[in-house]
């Protein structure tokens, strides 16, 4: 049972079409519209954002995924608008998006997934929404993947696509592909957010919804660009079983490694397109007394502002590291922690090895890095994915609305 990357995206598995259109919704009438069909119904599972200020599709999504017993035809997406903070009548616009949907493919609305990203507490024309689905359904197809990606975007300055076959069932193969959006408020914990995948394969509805929370664990709710958790984080994952191939307890962990492969690509494509980014940092943290603590530190040290603009400006300054690994509230002991730049000490056993500062700051320059702690406390690691923090990001952020 092995998988491979495959090119391609949301539209790869088989049964699946998908669209990008401009509906009006963005000022510079761009890409914003995006829909997303399985020519079979397809049992579904997601993930929401824990943030209790949740946004009107996340509510409808989840109560869409309890009416329909978990199965989905389509998932509608906008971006230029995160219907957040919008009230009833929040709630109200993203029902008729799904309303409208199902109308168009022939379903139940409880069979629609709604996602929206953008700003929040603004109001979602849904005059808007209503003339561009028809234009999305028409252009529905397995060949326009691509263009559905770039209709989720908001800041992202490339859009993010994923794909995998991964082989079952005695070398009969399967299916994953997905796409993603995100940029800032990024720390989805399960910022904006959106994940979605597909995959051919037949799936049980329990083992759908073990595989995708296993997959996001050490993905998406493994990244973070700002430490922010927004209002509408959710990844949704449909099967239609078009391949002819049961994922079944047998073949269960090699279909989670494909699905979490898909994810990690699409997660760390979020990392590298974070707002103002100019490195992807990857946070190892060992010597942790349990996986929970050691996470928690790799998030802390991934956060931190000091620690994101020192490798933002090629600073090897362990001193940071081990100041945040100390107050992350986890065990730790100095005289047994240790800082590594990429693979280079500059901490160990309470001493530390500023000779090699050089070394290090020369490999600082680089765009894909890594960077180590060992809590001295267990032998439990984690790790989570980060960039550095720029004078872009302030930039971007101080006039997002304006």
Excluded at 78 to 97: F, K
């Amino acid at each position: 049972m092995t998988d491979s990357a495959a090119s391609g995206g949301i539209t790869s598995p088989r049964g699946f079409r998908a669209a990008g259109v401009s509906a009006g919704i963005k000022a510079n009438k761009g890409l914003d519209l995006a829909l997303i069909v399985s020519d079979a119904p397809a049992r579904a599972a997601a993930v929401f954002t824990t943030n209790l200020a949740v946004a009107a599709p996340v509510v409808v999504s989840r109560d869409h995924l309890a009416r329909s017993a978990g199965t989905a035809r389509a998932i509608v997406v906008n971006s230029g608008c995160a219907n957040a903070c919008t009230g009833e009548d929040g709630l109200e616009v993203a029902r008729a998006m799904a309303s409208e949907t199902a109308a168009l493919v022939g379903c139940p609305p409880e069979q629609v997934l709604v996602a929206s990203t953008g700003v929040i507490g603004v109001s979602l024309p849904i005059e808007k929404i209503r003339c561009g689905l028809p234009l999305a359904f028409r252009a529905l197809g397995a060949d326009q993947g691509s263009l559905a990606a770039r209709a989720i975007m908001t800041t992202d300055p490339f859009p993010k696509e994923a794909a995998a076959q991964v082989a079952l069932d005695g070398g009969r193969a399967i299916t994953i592909g997905g796409m993603a959006k995100g940029s800032g408020m990024i720390e989805p914990m399960m910022a904006t957010m959106l994940g979605f995948v597909t995959t051919d394969a037949a799936v049980p509805q329990p083992l759908l919804d073990r595989a995708l929370r296993q997959a996001v664990d050490d993905t998406f709710n493994a990244i973070t660009v700002d430490g922010e958790c927004s209002t509408n984080d959710c990844v949704m994952l449909l099967a239609n079983g078009a391949s002819g191939v049961e994922v079944t307890d047998a073949t269960y962990s090699a279909f989670v490694a494909g699905l979490t492969g898909v994810c990690r690509e699409l997660a760390l494509g979020i990392v590298r397109g974070g707002e103002g980014a100019t490195k992807l940092v990857t946070v190892n943290v060992t010597g942790g007394a349990t996986a929970a603590e050691a996470r928690k530190a790799a998030k802390a040290i991934a956060n931190s502002p000091l620690v994101k603009t020192a490798i933002h400006g090629g600073d090897p300054n362990w001193g940071r590291l081990i100041a945040v690994a100390g107050r992350a509230g986890v065990a730790f002991e100095l005289s047994r922690a240790a800082v590594t730049i990429g693979s280079i000490v500059l901490f160990q056993d309470g001493r530390p090895h500023d000779e090699a500062a050089p070394q290090a700051a020369e490999y600082l320059k680089g765009t894909d890095l890594t960077v180590g702690v060992n809590l001295g406390a267990g032998r439990a690691s984690s790790t989570v994915w980060t960039c550095d923090l720029s004078a872009d990001y302030v930039r971007i952020n101080a006039d997002y609305r304006t």
